[in-house]
T-cell receptor
């Protein structure tokens, strides 16, 4: 199985400041056939299902604010929230869809 | 707008079988364009992919469930189902039905249904 490890487990950021979440996969999730990274990022608020923010490591979903950005390649990935807002308080998960079983990171809680 | 809606018993006794259903609105399971998944989340914990099915009949399960999970589809209802046998307390979780898989992330999620295993 590909293990996805996020760090930190939690972080506190001031409103308007930058939050950066890291995700490391235990093996590459970069496809040599299409040069795409099979990594997604999700946001989950209490009592709600996860919401897809970013796919292919850096492609923002429609309707997701541009303060959310994804980066990285191979085994190391980041999710950055450039100017934290109150509504961004949530738990964030990375996930690989490169190999079965598809796996998630353990989650990173973002607080104010 | 695509929506997924889970239905289930809420409470399952230990060693019994769980049966869940997911009705799909705004998309057709049969058109073959997507994979249809079950994902679960124990209280206060992270996400675990259970398995997928595709309209071609292709299925795949997470080995972590030790072959206890089975998925099927009812095209007439545009609905897919999950059964998990020999349930234990460790299976207590919110169960989500989710669209996505090969060549796409999990883009559409149901609201989830809480399943508690207890006598």
């Amino acid at each position: 199985d590909i293990v996805m490890t996020q760090y930190p487990d939690s972080l506190a950021v001031s409103l308007g400041e930058r939050a950066t979440i890291n995700c490391k996969s235990s093996q590459t999730v970069l496809s040599s056939s299409n040069n795409k990274n099979y990594v997604a990022w999700y946001q989950q608020k209490p009592g709600q299902p996860p919401k897809l923010l970013i796919s292919w490591a850096s492609s923002r979903e429609s309707g997701v604010p541009d303060r959310f950005s994804g980066g990285g390649s191979g085994t190391d990935f980041t999710l950055t929230i450039s100017r934290l807002k109150t509504e961004d308080v949530a738990t964030y998960y990375c996930q690989q869809y490169f190999n079965i079983p598809w796996t998630f990171g353990q989650g990173t809680r973002v607080e104010i | 707008q695509v929506q997924l809606q889970e239905s289930g018993p809420g409470l399952v006794q230990p060693s019994q079988t769980l049966s869940l259903a997911c009705r799909v609105f705004g998309d057709s399971i049969n058109d073959g364009g997507h994979y249809w998944n079950w994902i679960r989340q124990p209280p206060g914990r992270g996400l675990e992919w259970i398995g997928y099915l595709h309209s071609t009949g292709s299925t795949s399960n997470n080995p972590s469930l030790n072959s206890r999970a089975t998925m099927s589809v009812d095209p007439s209802k545009n609905e897919f189902s999950l059964t998990v046998n020999n349930m234990t307390a460790a299976d207590t979780a919110v169960y989500y039905c989710v669209r996505g898989g090969w060549f796409e992330a999990f883009d559409i999620w149901g609201h989830g249904t809480m399943i508690t295993v207890s006598s």
